[in-house]
């Protein structure tokens, strides 16, 4: 779908294919068994994988209620932060706690520039503030693995590893330039800490030559420009 979305935008597609691909999208993105049960007590990374095809369904497809299981799915997810700022379904993955982390960081930040493209609201000042916190987070525990060793101890999922030596990948850190780009006039001191940052900067330096993170689904390099040092 971020494919086609792009597509449109260069070439003109006629009405009745574009109610053909529409049909083919929905009936994709409705068959998410991890969606059945909403009633289910926690949302996780998955669930916002799923958030990014309801709201670029939605945007792309004129379709408010899809829209609207977008932002529900964001919301609830908000409420998953702790009060240091760690996502604790993310944080309790062992030595892959900052892995989920910015991958998770990445996926929210996707979804709300893909509605604020479609038009949407999005970027309130408490979603500012909540990726703000858990960005901070990410890299304080980036300096420093201990902090969130209290959760990351706990090895859900990932028994192997120490959880006091975090994982350090290239695509764990495709929310770098759409963070730095939007938040650089806003919030310098942060931005200034997330350049600063040894990974963040090898993950710059490195990226010439490699694809951006897959959860963003598009190379953040070709789209986010920040001035590399």
């Known amino acids: 779908m971020t494919a086609y979305g792009v597509a449109i935008q260069k070439v003109e597609v006629d009405a009745d294919t574009h109610d053909k691909i ?19 007590k926690y949302v996780n990374n998955h669930h916002l994988v799923s958030a990014r095809s309801f709201a670029l369904y939605g945007t792309i497809f004129d379709d408010a209620k899809a829209i609207k299981k977008a932002k529900s799915l964001l919301n609830r997810y908000y409420k998953t932060m702790t009060k240091e700022g760690a996502l604790k379904y993310e944080a309790v993955r062992g030595h892959r706690a900052l892995f989920y ?15 604020e493209d479609g038009g949407e609201q999005a970027w309130t000042d ?43 990948t290239h695509n764990q850190k495709g929310w770098v330039r759409p963070f730095v780009q939007r938040y650089t006039a806003t919030h310098p001191e942060l931005v200034e800490k997330v350049l600063g940052q040894y990974h963040v900067g090898l993950y710059l330096q490195n990226d010439t030559r490699k694809n951006g993170d897959q959860w963003i689904l598009v190379d953040t390099k070709c789209f986010y420009h920040i001035g590399e040092r």
């Open 22 to 40: 529409g049909k083919q999208f929905k009936k994709a993105i409705k068959s998410n068994n991890r969606l059945k049960n909403d009633g289910q």
């Open 126 to 168: 408490r979603e500012i503030e909540w990726v703000a916190k858990a960005v901070e987070f990410y890299i304080d525990a980036s300096e420093d693995n201990m902090k969130i060793y209290k959760w990351a101890k706990q090895k859900k999922h990932n028994k192997k590893g120490d959880p006091k030596i975090q994982q350090m």
């Open 101 to 115: 982390t910015g991958k998770t960081i990445t996926a929210v930040i996707s979804i709300l520039n893909i509605l």
